[in-house]
Nanobody, 125 residues
Framework: EVQVVESGGGSVQAGGSLRLSCVIS????????MGWYRQVPGNECMLVSA??????YYADSVKGRFTISQDNANNTLFLQMNSLQPEDTAVYYC????????????????????WGQGTQVTVSS
């Protein structure tokens, strides 16, 4: 059984940084699809960033500010978020085994892949 546990959310002022972590157990990290989503109005989740091996994807709204990375030895996925803005405020979800083929928007904690419980990020102006 795949288990996904996020951490690292919190409250920061605009311009600040946060680093989200996600430990994924029961899952093979090497060359696997993993990503970070955030909840948007309408109770959907938008793909913020994804990684598979050396390939990465970033939503236009976060390019140049967010960096996704993985630590295979510790089965951990990271999302470094810099220059945070109030519009980045959302619940962020880590997801394993989700492909870009599923689209950029999915129901949060979709039946596709394995999702964590989410972590709140709040950015104040």
């Amino acid at each position: 059984e795949v288990q996904v546990v996020e951490s690292g959310g919190g409250s920061v002022q605009a311009g600040g940084s946060l680093r989200l972590s996600c430990v994924i157990s029961g899952f093979t990290f090497d060359d696997s699809n993993m990503g970070w989503y955030r909840q948007v109005p309408g109770n959907e989740c938008m793909l913020v960033s994804a990684i598979r091996g050396a390939s990465t994807y970033y939503a236009d709204s976060v390019k140049g500010r967010f960096t996704i990375s993985q630590d295979n030895a510790n089965n951990t996925l990271f999302l470094q978020m810099n220059s945070l803005q109030p519009e980045d405020t959302a619940v962020y979800y880590c997801a394993a085994d989700v492909s870009l083929d599923y689209g950029l928007f999915l129901p949060c904690q979709s039946e596709y892949g394995s999702w964590g419980q989410g972590t709140q990020v709040t950015v104040s102006s």
